[in-house]
Antibody, heavy 121, light 107 residues
Framework: EVQLVESGGGLVQPGGSLRLSCAAS????????MHWVRQAPGKGLVWVSR????????SYADSVKGRFTISRDNAKNTVFLQMNSLRAEDTAVYYC??????????????WGQGTLVTVSS | DIQMTQSPSSLSASVGDRVIITCRAS??????LNWYQQKPGKAPKLLIC???SLQGGVPSRFSGSVSGTDFTLTISSLQPEDFATYYC?????????FGQGTKVEIK
């Protein structure tokens, strides 16, 4: 069974940093693209970032480009989201997610339960 | 970036009603469009990928179609468990974008 478990969320001051982790199990992690999606309280879904299976290719939403960095450790079946220069508008539940099939970036078939990031003074 | 315009933003319907939700892409995206269902406090669930391919375990009352850059999610006979928020999302190229969401409420 595919499992994605996020951690690392919490309260951080504006301008601060936070590193989210997503531990994966139940599938061959090293062959799947991984994604981060966020949802501000009461708002819609926003795709944040993705990374390919070997970590050589990354993409970001314009709203986080230059501030967030996605990475992965295939030996530990974990994907990370390093978030710097945080703003109030980054407050959201952050989900990690992955595709239905290996080797492609096409959909978000599997999701974690999410971790809440609150940016406030 | 490709924008997804989803409508309506909300609707009220009764059990047994036929419900149609649409998404329009700002550029051609082929069939690279997915639909998700989200219930309060839960992660989204993939319903349909590649515009019309029903995910395993999803009831057949859900269907998807495409005409050019217009995509449609149809629920043929609304059931009590279908009251939720629905999102479209394109996967044509990065950055991916979601539609604004459609909240389906009980009439």
């Amino acid at each position: 069974e595919v499992q994605l478990v996020e951690s690392g969320g919490g309260l951080v001051q504006p301008g601060g940093s936070l590193r989210l982790s997503c531990a994966a199990s139940g599938f061959t992690f090293s062959t799947y693209w991984m994604h981060w999606v966020r949802q501000a309280p009461g708002k819609g879904l926003v795709w944040v970032s993705r990374i390919n299976s070997d970590g050589s290719s990354t993409s970001y939403a314009d709203s986080v480009k230059g501030r967030f960095t996605i990475s992965r450790d295939n030996a530990k079946n974990t994907v990370f989201l390093q978030m710097n220069s945080l703003r109030a508008e980054d407050t959201a539940v952050y989900y990690c997610a992955t595709d239905k099939d290996p080797g492609i970036a096409d959909n978000l078939a599997y999701w974690g339960q999410g971790t809440l990031v609150t940016v406030s003074s | 970036d490709i924008q997804m315009t989803q409508s309506p933003s909300s609707l009220s319907a009764s059990v047994g009603d036929r419900v149609i939700i649409t998404c329009r892409a700002s550029h051609t995206i082929g069939r690279n469009l997915n639909w998700y269902q989200q219930k309060p406090g839960k992660a989204p669930k993939l319903l349909i990928c590649a515009a019309s391919s029903l995910q395993g375990g999803v009831p057949s009352r859900f269907s998807g179609s495409v005409s050019g850059t217009d995509f449609t999610l149809t629920i043929s006979s609304l059931q009590p468990e279908d009251f939720a928020t629905y999102y479209c999302q394109h996967s044509y190229s990065a950055p991916w974008t979601f539609g604004q969401g459609t909240k389906v409420e009980i009439k």
